[in-house]
């Protein structure tokens, strides 16, 4: 019983982690092949994540259905983190047209890990982890948004997207018999429930020319709330003994956090058949905070005066670390080339097939761990790239993506030799394949 108690307790010691995986792993497979770098260049229903404006450039209505597969294989000292691998289903629909002689258009999109609804798993704050890749929250993206065009050269659009935070509650009572546990009487009751948090994002397109436009797109930070109440009213039985023991649990921690983001991108169409983008993204990493939990626990319990035990009372808070994570620039680099060679003798196409190719720079926000916490990450360089087969004739196109990512060493120093975890050097790879089936209807 007290074990019990304790292990709820020990579940909220540090549970905060970032892994988001439109973020990661790229939301949609042409996205994905060029980077994330099409802020300025995406009408489909991926505009939901990267531009709500470009779904103004849509036209008629487009369905997507994708899924993808990411392998974290990440170390510390040589050894595997054993940072999950990630998956799941992404969706969604784009649609445009005209309301009362005004373009318009709406989206929506979701991701859902296919795993579970919802996951989360511990750790320490002194236990080494890969922070901004350890899935250990697994959540639901959802978003909604709404663009217009209000002249021909520029488009607007915004909305709202959804993550889903877990709250719940435990409550045991009744009988415990230690030496015969079999006989115990127990009741227990579990209330969980998943809502959700929300957080805006608008963004804009300008056609500079038919060839050329720029973007500007914000997203506003998120926290994903984890709250947990427990309490334990039991009477345990032991050796002609009863013992009544109370154990109450408050507990208050962030499942998830998504920092604020400023991206400025551009495109560029040298010629009908290569598209050129970037993406330049502030992210402000300077606003995360010490996840460890804020946690009340209270064990009471009527001991008989045979056994001199002291209780332990309240449980004492740990002692919160300053973080001093830093803001960080990301570079994202697209291209798109599509191949030349499957037109009719009356110039229609009959197949059209881009190649498509991507690069990004993620510097670490992290600062060297050199004392009491152990927040691991280095520096991120993914190379990307994907083809597609778009037939006109049926308006389906099937797109396959991958990408490879590598973190080169990063070493860590501790300033103390007594340091229980000590020096440590981390580095990895991940790899991150998918596809994704889109239809347009007129």
């Known amino acids: 019983m007290v074990s019990t108690a304790a292990a709820a307790g020990a579940l909220l010691i540090a549970s905060e982690a970032v892994a988001h995986e439109p973020w990661t792993y790229g939301f949609g497979s042409r996205a994905a092949a060029m980077g994330g770098a099409v802020s300025a260049d995406v009408t489909d229903f991926s505009a939901n994540y990267y531009n709500p404006a470009g779904l103004a450039g849509e036209e008629g209505i487009r369905?997507?259905?994708?899924y993808y597969f990411a392998e974290n294989n990440l170390r510390i000292n040589d050894r595997d983190s054993d940072v999950k691998s990630s998956h799941g289903v992404s969706f969604g629909i784009a649609a445009a047209g005209d309301l009362f002689g005004f373009p318009i258009a709406i989206g929506i999109a979701a991701h859902v890990p296919d795993e579970g609804l919802s996951r989360i798993t511990a750790l320490r704050q002194d236990v080494p982890r890969w922070e901004l890749y350890d899935n250990r929250s697994s959540v639901i993206f959802l978003a909604a948004n709404v663009a217009i065009r209000p002249w021909d050269f520029l488009e607007l659009g915004g909305g709202l997207s959804f993550l889903a935070a877990t709250r719940g509650r435990f409550e045991i009572t009744g009988t415990a018999d230690l030496l015969f546990p079999y006989d115990s009487r127990l009741r227990h009751e579990v209330d969980v429930?998943?809502?959700s948090v929300?957080?805006?994002q608008v963004g804009a397109k300008i056609h500079l020319a038919d060839s050329a436009s720029l973007a500007l797109v914000y997203r506003g930070e998120t926290k994903l709330d984890l709250q947990l109440d427990g309490k334990i009213d039991a009477t345990l039985l032991a050796i002609g003994f009863e013992v009544p023991l109370t154990y109450e649990l408050q507990a208050h921690t962030v499942q998830a956090f998504l920092p604020q983001q400023l991206v400025v991108g551009a495109s560029w169409k040298p010629h009908r058949t290569i598209t050129i983008n970037a993406d330049v993204t502030w992210v402000n990493w300077g606003a995360y905070k010490n996840p460890t939990a804020e946690t009340i626990a209270k064990l009471e319990a009527e001991i008989p005066p045979q056994f001199?035990?002291?209780?332990?009372?309240?449980?004492r808070q740990t002692e919160l670390q300053e973080l001093n994570f830093a803001d960080r620039i990301v570079p994202r680099f697209g291209a798109e080339w599509y191949l030349p060679g499957f037109d009719t003798e009356?110039?229609?196409?009959i197949l059209r097939i881009?190649?498509?190719?991507?690069?990004v720079y993620e510097r670490s926000p992290v600062p060297p761990q050199t004392r009491d916490t152990n927040f691991v990450d280095a520096d991120r360089h993914t190379a990307s790239f994907g083809v597609a087969v778009e037939i006109p004739l049926v308006r389906l196109a099937l797109a396959v993506h991958g990408a490879v990512s590598s973190l080169p060493t990063q070493i860590t120093k501790k300033e103390s030799p007594a340091d229980l975890t000590g020096d440590f050097r981390a580095d990895g790879e991940m790899v991150n394949v998918g596809t994704t089936l889109t239809g347009t209807f007129k």
């Open 63 to 66: 369905l997507g259905l994708g």
């Open 354 to 359: 881009p190649l498509r190719f991507g690069y």
């Open 346 to 349: 009356s110039g229609a196409p």
């Open 308 to 315: 001199p035990v002291e209780l332990p009372g309240e449980l």
């Open 193 to 195: 429930d998943l809502s």
């Open 198 to 200: 929300r957080y805006p």
